[in-house]
Structures are given as structure tokens and as C-alpha cells.
């Protein structure tokens, strides 16, 4: 039932807004700050009752599940369960969306009421995909996070946002209908074999799929996942959705957006589809270096600063792909904790671009400079982030990178030693933001303001998350460890299997 | 009773008559004509309807046309209206003068 | 005692706290109350613990503090543990000492700073972050360590970040040893894959099991973790960022960038020299580099104009001189080595810094001179410097431990007659080079006015370093004469004894020609450029000489090499692909359908006559299609 109330009070909340927003400009943002926050205290009640040191501590990987049947005549249903995987990512939405509501404080003006219903909308679409276990439902999950954040983008975003707008949504649109085909090549082979159709995660991820048709569905899949994510060739919508968003658009969607398509390799593509996965892995790591790499130097030329930021994500999500088609705890749990301090890391480089561009009017790095000197807080603030994201020990990505390339290393050495690469070429890029910006002599003469009290807040959550997950992860690792252990042990009873039926794969 | 004109001629002779139709509706330029022409195609396949209904002993080719018939008053007389209409807007029936796209 | 271990590092991480959320608020005296306290108190807990240590060595010992496990995954695991042996001592030693020394002097070096919260809160990190590199226990937690002075090292060359020159050397400071570091963290991993533990001393309580003597694996793995000293310690091919970073104060130069972070290379093999001692290429690698970058960049010393980049080249040097002793097998004479060029060279940089800053930001030394008179506590303290950096026969520090690893470049195990040679013509080179910056500053003619002379709190760090300069190198005699081994028996329970070779001549003829070097590169200095100027103004003349001179200026011409092959073609690779080429797939498909739009298009031309043709010819198609069929 808490699982259902995590959801219903974004959406009730989303609906609360657009209708006070027709009275009163500021009562929209009350409303979403509050449900937001309702929300966090949830999943952080959820935490703390199903932790080693809560009281009780259920025997599987699942911690919580809530089912209601739905359309029974196609085998759907109202299906939400929560592992620890889920649940780190539920406290990462939700977090996020407090500051996300946060960020949008001054920052929209116009239409408040129905900004933070499209905000709350996606909020309550991203909570869905973490928490869905019915193929329909997180179908469906999937399309409700889509068109509020085309609104928002196409709405509040910056000049060229009509065009970021559309190409966002044809991606993601076109993508996400492959993964539906799948979806049904998947419930009727199911029906077809057993004779129920069902949508149901758990019955589906059984289904023994002749290997043809197995790669067919899992490419489905993973095209909707590496649009999203993104992985190399199919990043190019990220930069121009992100340079125009506005800001609490770009948070969200470098914070929450991509990994819902890093979450759903994890709970969808590698345990339904373990043949083909293990088949694809090493094009599948090759891409994610090479995306690692030409994130990175994509990022080096960008002299928007949030379209540098955007590629920068493209480099670090290389990572991820990488590390879950390493296949083994190290790696995965660098994925969880790579998706977690992204998130931080490159959320608050997205909230200082918004922040300076609110006090310069201008994205252009060129523009800037010297900008220590009015700002020293900003300027230290930018630094932690800007070293988070080139990966210094003490801070979260660091934790993260390091496990990926060392799960990797026990797989494929050589493809460690490429995306080590990118440990030198990230150093590259945040140390020309950070001189670009806050270094050199001073561009503009205007005075400019140090962070607000706001600011400073929303900042300072996130430094302090940062550090912490940097010097104390081992929260993070554990609660991820069920989820994670559970896959890796499945991984390896499909391949000792398959060692006795060889004959599978044909 | 076996039918005095064999079947076979009266199809071709309804496919005459559509072939008719379809020659007059493309060739026409004036919107009474190629509204007659359409007319003469719907009687081609009402008498393909009834030739057919005939052969096979079958009462369904005769309703068939009846619903043609019917049919055919209802678009003769929406159709003669818009004619009229336009007439009235373009003082002008030739079909090519009416055309306002231009792709 | 060992309980207090903690407090070494934590007492700087505490000035750094305080000094980056209240050094906006608090008195600029609080300021240096708290950045200079904190590592004053850390020495004091240093000594404490040391003491401790030394007095009553712990059963295997060393000194092992848990704070707590950093993380665990799987069947890795990384804790946040600290331990103190003998090695980690002499430099915990060297970095909160010579630390405390260059922080009290620096409250009145960066008095007139207007950052000059920034500038402790910085140097705080920098010690902590250098304390954690050599009290970790295991090589994550040194990686930390590792890439956070890494970090502080940037933050302080762009101290005076207005300046974009300043940021530049910054940048390329961080990017160049990241570069070794990114080497250096897979080798981390190739050590965790083969032998399953990240802790050192477990890693060298089971090398030789798991390694095969001279196997490929051992080597590449030595090399790796070499790679990341390189960077660090700006070895060749990776030394081209020290220079440059001396666009920083002055003291950051002194404790930064010669005495401490610079030699962390030479920690990292030393205290994986089990790893090192299974590979003979490898050390020979080790040593061939260092005998190789102790000649260039003493060469290129010789030319330099700017006094800080003179003793940039000269540490660059000498912490060639450790990197051959390292691979010659001589461990506990690099460590020595270490600890001296940590007094002398701390020393150096710290008059230097007095002697530019009282001459108005002049680097220039040909436009000092005749400084002798004017400023004699400098003069005298830097002369203790610059003979132990020549290393002047049995008065200076320098000569005991720079004696020692010329004497194993021959005779020790890994040593041959090569190395020895350039060991020795670096020593001549050194000698040649100190005399040239001593005579150029302090004597001939005045060029620049002088401003104010340095106070108390300046000179009294300049004294306690010369008479460590002078007197620490008794603590270790050679083998002839004393033999005294104070230092090499504290270090042998960590390092193992030199093993050298049979039938090696007399040590007294390797110390007559070491001595004779230092003298010979004295009286070079000294005939040409006090006695005879004209002289130099003769080998102007010849073109070869100057070509030479400028290849050398230029430090070997490695600048322009790698800007040419890595640098350019970075910058012009990512600019021409700016709007991203892969883009160019989608927006062709975008560009296709408009065509294909534009082109059906026409067909809606709204003349009722082509429908009905393309109607009827449609139909025609699908029934002749089905009779076909």
C-alpha cells in the first residue's frame, strides 16, 4: 500500500497544483514541495523498516510488493514490488524532485500551475518504472514520464526548445515502441509455451526463448535502454534536450531519465534474456567505451556550458554500460553506485549552469571567467563537483568508477585499459570548466551574487551527499546487495546450465 | 427456368458500362457530366448485382440493388446540391477551375 | 601510543575544515593561528608517536590503526586503515616537520595575500592528503591520498588564478600526472586480480607466491605502478609539468613541489619494492629513468634563468637520483636521499621565495646579484642549501647521501658502469649549476633594489632547515669511514639490505671521483661566471652552442613534442567535431523524410481528375496483382 501511496500523492499533488494554479502563482510550489517531500519521508520509512536494522528484514530480495489485478482478461496487473535496487533509485527520485521543485523556485514564472503538474507528472512516471513489475504497467509508466517532459521542455525551455522538444520525444517515442513490440513477442511466446498470458515480470523472466527470437526481443529492449540512457550512437538527442530544458527539466532528466534506461537493463534485459546478453556483452562494453571517449571529447569542445555538462553524461554512462556487461557484483555495484552519484554530481553541475545563466544571461563558458572572485562559495561548490566528476577518491564517483573498471578489469582487461582512458580525458574536461568559469581574469564587470540562502541549501545537500557516499558507501552497496548478488547468481546457474543442454542455443 | 442470355455477356456488358463510367469521370471536365458518369458506373454494378443474384437462385443481388438505387438518389440529390452551390460560388462547372491546392 | 595515530592527519583536515566554512569570518591572525597550528600540532603528535614507535618497536614492526571499512563488495574490500612503519616515519616526518616549518613561514610570505584563508585551507588539505598517501595501509586509500594532492597541487599552482597562465600550468600539472595515474589505477587492478588484496603488506608477505620472478605479469604490473610515480615525481617521459608549476608561491613550490608530493613516486616503489625486487626489467627501467632524467634535467638547469625554474630542473634531478638508487636496488639510500633533498630543497625554495619577494617579483637571475651583504641570514642559509644540493665533500648532508647512490650505481646488484657514469656527470652538472645560481645572485653587481628584508618568522624556518641541511646527513656514514648506520637499520625492517656484487674496487676511489666531480663543477661555475664572464660571452658566439643552449633551455624540446602530438590534435579532433558528427545520422534521416514529403507532396495537387486516374490505375494494379497471383 506504500507503494501505491508514493505515486498517488505525486499524482494528487500534480492535480492540487494545476488547479491552485489557476488562483495563485506561488501555492503550485507549496504544493509540490509538499508532496515531494511526503514522498522522501515515505521511501525513507520504507528504508528504515526493511534495513538489517529496522525491525523486519524479509528473507528474499524483495522487500515490498503490492499486486491488484488490473485487465485479467490479458493477463495485467496492477504489479508494484520494491528490492533494494528500486528502493535506492525511489530515494534518488524523490530527492531530486524536492530540489528539482527547489531549483524552479523563482526560476518559473509563468504558468506555475501547470509546470508543476508536468514536474510531478514525470516524478510520479519515473517512481512507477522503479516500482513496476507488470511489462504493462511499466509500459505504460514509460510513455507517463514522456510527454510531461516534452511539455516542459517545449514550454519552458530556452529558444531552440521546440526543436530539443520533438527530437526528445521521437527518440524516446520510437525507442519506447520497439520495447513494446518486444514486450508482446515476449507475452505471446510466453502464452504460446505455457498457455497463460501474462504480463507478470516474475512469470516472464522464466520463458525459455529459442536464442533467433531472444536476440530479437532483447535488441527491442535494449534500444528503448540505450535511447534512454544513452549509449553511443543513439546520445544525440541528450545534448540539445539538456542545453534547452530548463533547469529542473535538465536535472531530472540527467538524474532520473537516464537511469530508468540503466534500471531497466538491470531488471529486464539481463535477467529475461541471459543467453543473448552474454552473446552481446562485449559489443555492448565496446560501445560504452567508445561512448566513454567520445563523450568526453565532445565534452572537451562544447562551449555551452549545459550541453558540456549533457556530454559528460554521455561519457559517464558509457560506464554503466560497460559495468553491467561485465556481468559480476563488482561491476554491478559500481553501475548502482555510478547511477546514484551521477545523478548528484551531474545535477548540481546542471543547477550551477542555471544558476550562473540567471546571473550572467549567457551559457557561453566563453562569456565567463574569473568568476571565483564574487563567488568563492560557488567557486568551491563547482570545484567539489566538477572533481566529482572526473572521479577524486573521496567522493561518490569515484566508488563508482572504480568498481566498474575493476569488475571489468576481471573480465575483459583490455577493455579496462580503453576506459581508463577516460579517466584522463574527464580530468581534461571539468578541469576546463572549472578554469573556464571560476579561473582567468574576469569577463563581465557586472556584480554578480554569491548562492542565496536557496542555493545554498540545495547545494549544500547535495555536497554533503556527495562526500558521504564518497567516505561511506557502504550503505548504498548493501541495501543494492540482494538485488545485485540475486542476478549475478542467476547469471552464473543460466550458464552452468546451459554448460549441460548446449543444444539451447540452437 | 434457365436464363435466356447467358451470364458471361451480361458482366462484360456491366463492365462496358463501368468502364464507361470511369472514362467519363476521368475525361469530363464538367461536374454534371462526371456526377452522370458516376451514375452510369453504380447501374453497371447494380446490373452485375442481379445478373450474379440471378445465376445463383439467390434474392441477395436484387436487395443489393436496391440499396445501389437508394444509394444513388441520396448522392444525386446531395450532389446536384453542391453543384448548384458551387455554380453559384464560381460561376463556373469545369472541374479544373476549381481546384484551390497547389502541392 | 599507536591509539593517537589518527591525529596526524586529522589535525590538518581540521585546520582544513575550519579554514574553508569559517576563514571567511575569522581574523586574518586566526587564520594562521589555525593553518600554521594544525600542522605545528600534528609534528608534535608526529614526534609523540614516533617516539613511541622508535623507543618500543611494536612486535612486526609497525603501528596499525582501522578507522573504518570504506567499502565491500563481494570479496573485495577496502578499509580506511592507517599504519606506520619505519618507512611511512621518515616521511610523516619530512612532511609535518618540514610542513610546520614552511607553513610558519608562509604566515608572513602570504601576509599581503587577500586569499589568505584559501591559501592555508589549501596547504591543510595538502598535508592531509599527503599524510593519508603515506600512512595508508592499502593502495586504495593511497590512491586517495594520491589524487588528493594531485588535487591541492592544482588548487595551489592556480593559487593566483587571475593570471590564465597560472591556471594553465595548473591544468597541466593535474593532466599530466593523471596520466600516470590512470596507468597506475590499472595497475591496482591488475595487483587485485592477482593477488586478490589491495593491502601492502599483504601483497608483500605473499609477492613471491604469487608471482613468478621476471614472469610478464610482474612486470607489467611494476611497470604500471611505476607509471603513476612518474607522473608524480615528473620522471621522463612525464616530467614536463614540474617547471611550470612553479607559478605558484613559493612555498607551495618548497613543500609541494620538492619536498614532498614530488617524491611520492619514489614511496610508492619503495613500498612496493616487492614487487619491484621480482621484476629485473622493471627496476632496470626504473633506473635507466632516472639515470636519464637526473642528466636532462640537469642540463637543462644550467641554462635556466628563472631561479625557481633552476631548482625545478634540480629536483627533477635529484629525485632522478632516488629513482636509480630504487632500481639499482639501493632502497634505503633513495629513501636517504629523499629525506636530505626534502631539508636542502625546502630550503632553497623558501630564500628563494624571500630573496624574489624582497626584490619586488623579480625571478630573473641575472638581474639579482651582489645580494650577499644585503640580505646575510638568506645568503648564509641558502649557501647551506646549495652545497648540500652540490653536495660538497664531508661538511654538507647532500654529500653522505648523493655519495651513497653513486657508490651502488656501480656496485649494487642492479648498478653497472653506465649508470654510474651519468651519475657522476650529473654531479658534476649539479655542482656546475648551484655555483652558477649562487654567484649569479648573491655576487657581482646589485641590478634590482631591494624592499623590505625578510622578518623573524621567514628567516628562523631558513635556519632550523640549514642546519639540517648541514648536520642530518651524519646520521648515516659510509661503510669506510664511521659507519655509522643509524638510518638504514631504522628503514630495514620495511627495506631490504643493498645486495651488491663480488669484486668491486675500493669505495674510497668511487668518493675521491665523486668529490672531484663536485669540486671540478664548482670551478666550472666559479671560472665561468666569476673569473671569467668573458668567457661565456665567447661560447654565445658559436652556433652550435646555441642551438644547444636553446634545445636545452627548453627543456629538451618535450613542450613542443607532445603539444604537437597529443595536445593539437586533441583540440583540433574534438573542435572540428563540435556539432557532432553522429548527429548527422538522425538529422539525415529528418532530412530524407522531408524530401520524401516534399515529393509526395505533389501528388496533392487537388485536381480531382489525377485522383480518380491514380484511384483507378490503383485498382487496376491490386486486381491485375491478384489475377497474377
Redesign the interface.
Known amino acids: 500500500m506504500m507503494l501505491v501511496l508514493l505515486i498517488t500523492v505525486l499524482m494528487v499533488g500534480a492535480v492540487a497544483a494545476v488547479v491552485a494554479g489557476e488562483w495563485s502563482r506561488h501555492v503550485p510550489r507549496w504544493i509540490a514541495l509538499v508532496a515531494c517531500v511526503i514522498g522522501l519521508m515515505c521511501v525513507i520509512a520504507i528504508w528504515a523498516n526493511t534495513s538489517p536494522a529496522g525491525g523486519s528484514v524479509p528473507s528474499g530480495q524483495w522487500l515490498l510488493d503490492y499486486r491488484k489485478s488490473w485487465i485479467p482478461s490479458f493477463g495485467i496487473s496492477f504489479h508494484l514490488a520494491v528490492d533494494g535496487l528500486s528502493l535506492l533509485l525511489l530515494a534518488l527520485t524523490f530527492f531530486l524532485g524536492v530540489l528539482a521543485v527547489l531549483c524552479s523556485w523563482d526560476e518559473i514564472r509563468e504558468r506555475t500551475g501547470f509546470y508543476y503538474f508536468n514536474l510531478l507528472w514525470i516524478l510520479a512516471g519515473v517512481a512507477g518504472v522503479f516500482m513496476a513489475m507488470d511489462l504493462f504497467l511499466f509500459y505504460f509508466f514509460w510513455e507517463v514520464m514522456l510527454i510531461p517532459m516534452y511539455f516542459l521542455i517545449g514550454i519552458w525551455g530556452s529558444e531552440n526548445r521546440v526543436y530539443a522538444a520533438y527530437k526528445f520525444f521521437i527518440f524516446t517515442q520510437a525507442s519506447g515502441l520497439l520495447m513494446f513490440l518486444a514486450i508482446l513477442g515476449l507475452y505471446f511466446i510466453h502464452g504460446q509455451d505455457t498457455g497463460i498470458y501474462t504480463f507478470n515480470y516474475f512469470e516472464l523472466t522464466g520463458t525459455v526463448i529459442p536464442f533467433k527470437s531472444a536476440f530479437w526481443l532483447m535488441s527491442g529492449f535494449m534500444i528503448a535502454f540505450a535511447v534512454k540512457l544513452p549509449v553511443f550512437p543513439f546520445h544525440t538527442w541528450l545534448p540539445d534536450a539538456h542545453g534547452e530544458a530548463p533547469t529542473a527539466g535538465s536535472l531530472i532528466l540527467a538524474g532520473l531519465l537516464l537511469k530508468t534506461g540503466a534500471y531497466g537493463m538491470l531488471r529486464f534485459v539481463v535477467p529475461m534474456f541471459p543467453e543473448a546478453v552474454r552473446e552481446a556483452a562485449v559489443p555492448a562494453m565496446v560501445l560504452g567505451v567508445v561512448g566513454i571517449i567520445y563523450g568526453a571529447v565532445m565534452a572537451y569542445s562544447q562551449t555551452d556550458l549545459k550541453r558540456l555538462v549533457a556530454f559528460t553524461s554521455v561519457s559517464h554512462m558509457g560506464f554503466v554500460i560497460t559495468g553491467i556487461f561485465a556481468l559480476n557484483e563488482l561491476a554491478l555495484q559500481g553501475v548502482v553506485m555510478q547511477l546514484v552519484t551521477h545523478a548528484l554530481s551531474t545535477g548540481a553541475l546542471f543547477l550551477m549552469a542555471g544558476m550562473i545563466k540567471e546571473r550572467l544571461h549567457t551559457r557561453d563558458i566563453g562569456e565567463m571567467g574569473g568568476l571565483w572572485g564574487p563567488m568563492p562559495q560557488m567557486g568551491s561548490i563547482g570545484l567539489v563537483f566538477a572533481m566529482a566528476s572526473l572521479g577524486l577518491p573521496g567522493l561518490g564517483n569515484f566508488i563508482a568508477e572504480f568498481l566498474i573498471l575493476l569488475g571489468v578489469f576481471q573480465a575483459h582487461p583490455w577493455i579496462t585499459v580503453a576506459a581508463a582512458s577516460g579517466l584522463i580525458f574527464s580530468a581534461v574536461y571539468s578541469l576546463r570548466i572549472v578554469g573556464k568559469i571560476f579561473l582567468g581574469p574576469r569577463k563581465t564587470m557586472e556584480t554578480v551574487p554569491d548562492f542565496s540562502f536557496r542555493e545554498m541549501l540545495i547545494m549544500a545537500a547535495l555536497t554533503v551527499s556527495i562526500v558521504w557516499l564518497g567516505l561511506f558507501p557502504q550503505p548504498v552497496i548493501d541495501t543494492a546487495r540482494p538485488a545485485i548478488t540475486e542476478l549475478v547468481r542467476f547469471m552464473d546457474v543460466q550458464s552452468a546450465a546451459l554448460q549441460h543442454q548446449p543444444y539451447v542455443k540452437q | 427456368m434457365k436464363p435466356s442470355v447467358s451470364i458471361e455477356v451480361v458482366v462484360l456488358l456491366a463492365g462496358l458500362l463501368f468502364a464507361l463510367g470511369i472514362v467519363g469521370v476521368i475525361i469530363r471536365k464538367n461536374i454534371i457530366f462526371m456526377l452522370l458518369s458516376v451514375e452510369i458506373m453504380l447501374n453497371a454494378s447494380g446490373l452485375a448485382f442481379v445478373a450474379a443474384g440471378s445465376r445463383w437462385g439467390q434474392p441477395d443481388g436484387q436487395v443489393m440493388f436496391v440499396f445501389i438505387l437508394a444509394m444513388a438518389a441520396a448522392e444525386v440529390s446531395i450532389g446536384l446540391a453542391l453543384i448548384l452551390q458551387i455554380y453559384h460560388q464560381h460561376k463556373s462547372l469545369d472541374i479544373d477551375n476549381l481546384k484551390e491546392m497547389n502541392g | 601510543m599507536d591509539k593517537f595515530l589518527w591525529l596526524i592527519p586529522a589535525l590538518p583536515l581540521g585546520g582544513f575544515l575550519i579554514l574553508?566554512f569559517a576563514g571567511?569570518y575569522i581574523s586574518r591572525k586566526a587564520v594562521a593561528i589555525v593553518g600554521a597550528g594544525s600542522i605545528c600540532l600534528s609534528a608534535l603528535v608526529m614526534f609523540a608517536v614516533g617516539g613511541a614507535f622508535l623507543s618500543g618497536m611494536p612486535e612486526n614492526a609497525v603501528y596499525t590503526q582501522t578507522l573504518?571499512?570504506?567499502?565491500?563488495?563481494?570479496d573485495?574490500n577496502a578499509k580506511i586503515t592507517l599504519s606506520l612503519d619505519a618507512l611511512s616515519l621518515v616521511f610523516v616526518f619530512a612532511i609535518t616537520f618540514i610542513g610546520a616549518l614552511i607553513h610558519i613561514y608562509s604566515t608572513a610570505f602570504m601576509e599581503a595575500d587577500r586569499d589568505y584563508a584559501?591559501f592555508f585551507a589549501s596547504m591543510n588539505l595538502f598535508v592531509f592528503s599527503m599524510l593519508v598517501l603515506v600512512l595508508a595501509d592499502n593502495l586504495?586509500l593511497m590512491?586517495?591520498g594520491?589524487?588528493?594532492v594531485g588535487?591541492c597541487s592544482?588548487?595551489l599552482i592556480?593559487f593566483w588564478?587571475?593570471?590564465?597562465a597560472?591556471?594553465?600550468a595548473?591544468?597541466k600539472a593535474?593532466?599530466v600526472t593523471?596520466?600516470g595515474?590512470?596507468?597506475m589505477?590499472?595497475g591496482?587492478?591488475?595487483v587485485?586480480?592477482q593477488a586478490g588484496t589491495l593491502v601492502v603488506s599483504e601483497i608483500g608477505a605473499n609477492a613471491s607466491a604469487i608471482w613468478q620472478p621476471n614472469s610478464t605479469s610482474v612486470t607489467i604490473t611494476a611497470l604500471l605502478l611505476l607509471a603513476g610515480g612518474l607522473g608524480k615525481s615528473a620522471q621522463l617521459p612525464l616530467q614536463t609539468w614540474l617547471p611550470d608549476a612553479m607559478a605558484g608561491p613559493s612555498p607551495v613550490s618548497a613543500l609541494i613541489h620538492a619536498a614532498t608530493m614530488v617524491t611520492a613516486g619514489v614511496y610508492l616503489v619503495a613500498r612496493m619494492h616487492t614487487i619491484f625486487a621480482l621484476s629485473e626489467t622493471a627496476r632496470l627501467v626504473v633506473a635507466v629513468i632516472g639515470a636519464a632524467t637526473l642528466l636532462l634535467a640537469g642540463l637543462t638547469a644550467l641554462t635556466q634563468y628563472d631561479i625557481k625554474r633552476v631548482l625545478a630542473y634540480s629536483t627533477i634531478s635529484q629525485i632522478g637520483y632516488m629513482f636509480l638508487a630504487l632500481g639499482v636496488g639501493a632502497w634505503t639510500a633513495a629513501v636517504f636521499h629523499f629525506m636530505i633533498h626534502a631539508f636542502f630543497k625546502a630550503l632553497l625554495f623558501l630564500a628563494a621565495g624571500a630573496i624574489i619577494e624582497s626584490l619586488h617579483h623579480e625571478h630573473n637571475m641575472f638581474k639579482m646579484g651582489g645580494l650577499k651583504d644585503k640580505m646575510p641570514v638568506v645568503f648564509w642559509t641558502f649557501l647551506a642549501g646549495a652545497i648540500s644540493l652540490a653536495a660538497v665533500p664531508l661538511v654538507s648532508a647532500g654529500f653522505y647521501s648523493k655519495d651513497q647512490i653513486l657508490w651502488y650505481s656501480w656496485s649494487a646488484g642492479g648498478g653497472n658502469a653506465v649508470l654510474w657514469a651519468v651519475a657522476l656527470a650529473g654531479a658534476l652538472i649539479t655542482a656546475a649549476y648551484t655555483t652558477r645560481m649562487m654567484i649569479l645572485t648573491f655576487w657581482g653587481e646589485s641590478h634590482t633594489p631591494i624592499g623590505h628584508l625578510p622578518g623573524r618568522r621567514m628567516t628562523m624556518p631558513l635556519v632550523v632547515l640549514a642546519l639540517f641541511s648541514v648536520f642530518a646527513g651524519f646520521i648515516e656514514l659510509p661503510h669506510n669511514f664511521g659507519h655509522f648506520t643509524l638510518f638504514s637499520d631504522l628503514l630495514h625492517p620495511v627495506l631490504p639490505e643493498t645486495f651488491m656484487k663480488e669484486n668491486i674496487p675500493s669505495e674510497w676511489l668511487f668518493q675521491l671521483l665523486a668529490a672531484l666531480a663536485t669540486l671540478g663543477g664548482i670551478f666550472l661555475g666559479y671560472y665561468y661566471y666569476y673569473q671569467k664572464p668573458s668567457r661565456i660571452e665567447n661560447l654565445r658566439r658559436n652556433g652550435l652552442v646555441v642551438q644547444l643552449h636553446r634545445f636545452w633551455f627548453s627543456g629538451w624540446a618535450f613542450d613542443a613534442l607532445y603539444d604537437r602530438m597529443l595536445v593539437k590534435p586533441?583540440?583540433y579532433?574534438?573542435?572540428i567535431?563540435?556539432k557532432?558528427i553522429?548527429?548527422k545520422?538522425?538529422t539525415g534521416i529528418a532530412a530524407i523524410t522531408g524530401d520524401m514529403y516534399k515529393l509526395l507532396?505533389?501528388?496533392?495537387?487537388?485536381?480531382?481528375?489525377w485522383y480518380?486516374?491514380g484511384l483507378?490505375a490503383g485498382a487496376i494494379l491490386i486486381l491485375g496483382i491478384q489475377i497474377m497471383l
Open positions: 574553508a571567511k573504518w571499512t570504506w567499502f565491500e563488495v563481494g573485495f584559501r586504495l590512491y586517495l594520491w589524487e588528493g588535487l592544482y588548487l592556480g588564478y587571475e593570471q590564465p597560472n591556471g594553465a595548473a591544468r593535474f593532466t593523471r596520466i595515474d590512470a596507468a589505477a590499472i591496482l587492478f591488475m587485485f586480480q586533441f583540440i579532433i574534438s573542435s567535431n563540435k557532432d553522429t548527429d545520422l538522425y507532396s505533389r501528388t496533392q495537387s487537388g485536381s480531382l481528375r480518380i486516374m483507378v
